[in-house]
């Protein structure tokens, strides 16, 4: 696997790479000992899913407030999304920063969100499914976001947003 960190303290994209002969490819999409070597999580004990119906849907900006904080590794399995993170830990040189990735079944990239990152995601896709493993157990007290618009960030969605939760449309501005 090829590790690059982000412009985002401690977020890392992580490329597969193939093995590719006449039945296609094979690729490792985790590896403990390559996690560990580069200081990264290695202990995911749930795992999810999301399947997502039409192109331009949004979900996010979510994180888990402390001591509940989540490092995950998403990917996404069928599909295209534009998948953002933004660095809400107030001691981090990148606090309040923004970043965003395309991942897609087809370039394989996976994105490394560690804890104290706000995470989301709109789909560039109809029909797409992502994946999850994450580092804690849900939490649903410790549950919360910032709204995917919030000027304090500016992030910059790729297209009109579709489809979205009355949720994740309710978060408040972000204050700190």
């Known amino acids: 696997m090829l590790f690059t960190k982000t412009d985002l303290n401690g977020a890392w994209l992580v490329e597969p790479e193939p093995n590719r002969d ?8 985790f590896c403990e000992r390559e996690f560990g070597a580069q200081g990264l999580e290695t202990r995911f004990p749930q795992h999810s899913t999301s399947q997502n119906v ?21 990917r996404c399995l069928k599909g295209a999304i534009w ?17 965003g990735f395309e991942l897609s079944a087809e370039n394989m990239r996976q994105l490394y969100i560690p804890k104290g ?9 109809d029909d ?6 994450i580092s804690e ?38 204050v700190g």
């Open 117 to 125: 990152f706000a995470h989301g995601f709109q789909t560039l896709s």
């Open 22 to 29: 006449s039945r296609g490819w094979f690729a490792r999409t």
């Open 128 to 133: 797409c499914q992502i994946g999850y493993l």
């Open 83 to 99: 998948d953002v993170i933004i660095d809400l830990n107030p001691d981090s040189p990148t606090f309040k920063r923004w970043q």
């Open 54 to 74: 039409e192109r331009g849907t949004l979900r996010g900006m979510h994180y888990q407030r402390a001591p509940h904080g989540e490092v995950k590794l998403v």
């Open 137 to 174: 157990f849900y939490a649903p007290d410790a549950a919360t976001g910032v709204r995917w618009d919030d000027p304090a960030f500016g992030i910059d969605w790729p297209l009109p947003i579709t489809v979205m939760s009355d949720k994740d449309r309710g978060w408040a501005d972000f």
